[in-house]
C-alpha cells in the first residue's frame, strides 16, 4: 500500500512540475505574438541594412516566416473565441533591440543581428516547448508543436550568420 501510495503521490508531483513550466494561455500568446513583431521588424532591416546577402536573405525569410505564424495566431485567437489582446507593436525590451539595429554601423550590422537572432529564437523555442508540453489550449498546443521545428531551424540558421 505504501509503495502504491509512493508511486501516486511521485506522478502527481512530476505532473504538476511539467504544467508549472507551461505558460498561461494569455501568456503565450503576447510573447509568441510580441517574439513576431520583433522578427518581422528586424527582419525588414537585416534585409535592407545587412552586409552580406547571407544576412539580407535570413531577413527576408525572418519577414516571410514569421508573417506566416503571426497569421496564424491571431486565427486561432480569434476561431478559439481567446479573450487575449494581440499586441500590435513591440514592447520596451524589443524597441530597444529593433533601435540597435537601427544604429548599428554598417560594419556592426550583421554581429549585432546574428547575435540577437540567435538570443530571440533560443527564447521562443524555450516558449513555444513548454507551451507544446504543457499548454492549456489544444488548439494553440497544436500550433506550438507544428511551429516548434521551424523556430529550431531558424536559430540553426541564425548561428551560421555569425561564422
Do not use: W
Amino acid at each position: 500500500m505504501k509503495t502504491y501510495l509512493l508511486a501516486a503521490l511521485a506522478s502527481l508531483a512530476t505532473l504538476a512540475l511539467v504544467s508549472c513550466g507551461a505558460p498561461s494561455t494569455p501568456d503565450f500568446v503576447e510573447k509568441a505574438a510580441l517574439s513576431d513583431l520583433y522578427e518581422v521588424e528586424a527582419g525588414k532591416i537585416a534585409s535592407d541594412k545587412g552586409q552580406s546577402e547571407a544576412v539580407k536573405k535570413f531577413g527576408q525569410h525572418m519577414v516571410e516566416a514569421h508573417s506566416k505564424t503571426s497569421e496564424e495566431l491571431k486565427g486561432i485567437v480569434q476561431s478559439e473565441k481567446l479573450n487575449v489582446a494581440l499586441p500590435t507593436e513591440p514592447n520596451k525590451k524589443l524597441r530597444k533591440m529593433i533601435d540597435k539595429l537601427n544604429d548599428a554601423k554598417p560594419e556592426d550590422f550583421d554581429k549585432v543581428y546574428a547575435g540577437q537572432q540567435i538570443k530571440a529564437h533560443k527564447k521562443a523555442a524555450d516558449l513555444f516547448d513548454a507551451y507544446a508540453e504543457g499548454g492549456e489550449n489544444a488548439a494553440l498546443k497544436q500550433f506550438a508543436a507544428n511551429t516548434l521545428p521551424a523556430i529550431k531551424q531558424h536559430l540553426e540558421e541564425a548561428k551560421k550568420l555569425r561564422q
